[in-house]
């Protein structure tokens, strides 16, 4: 059984910051990408941040320059940092990982975490 766990969702006010963690757990033998994705009500959910195993980031436009996201492989954690927060940035934000489980199907599966809510108020 793998697991994703988020925290560190909350209300702030615009312009402030929070920071994300998502710890992954259980039978994992490898980490590939991991990542944020969020979903507003009414809306699909998007890709916020993604970084590979070797430290490569991508983020989508719209949080260029307020988000990092980071991870820390001996953990199995990924963190996103957000900075100069928006009302538009209002959502459920969940973890997703690309990993190898130690039991069958012995392939890289996709995993998600259940979601923190972020709300930004004006």
């Known amino acids: 059984q793998v697991q994703l766990v988020e925290s560190g969702g909350g209300l702030v006010q615009a312009g402030g910051s929070l920071r994300l963690s998502c710890a992954a757990s259980g039978s994992i033998f490898s980490i590939n990408t991991m990542g944020w994705y969020r979903q507003a009500p009414g809306n699909e959910r998007e890709l916020v941040a993604r970084i590979t195993s070797r430290g490569s980031t991508n983020y989508v436009d719209s949080v260029k320059g307020r988000f990092t996201i980071s991870r820390d492989n001996a953990e199995n954690t990924v963190y996103l940092q957000m900075n100069s927060l928006k009302p538009e940035d209002t959502a459920v934000y969940y973890c997703?990982?690309?990993?190898?489980?130690?039991?069958?199907?012995?392939?890289?599966?996709?995993?998600w975490g259940k979601g923190t809510l972020v709300t930004v108020s004006s």
């Open positions: 997703n990982a690309n990993l190898r489980p130690t039991t069958p199907p012995y392939r890289d599966v996709e995993y």
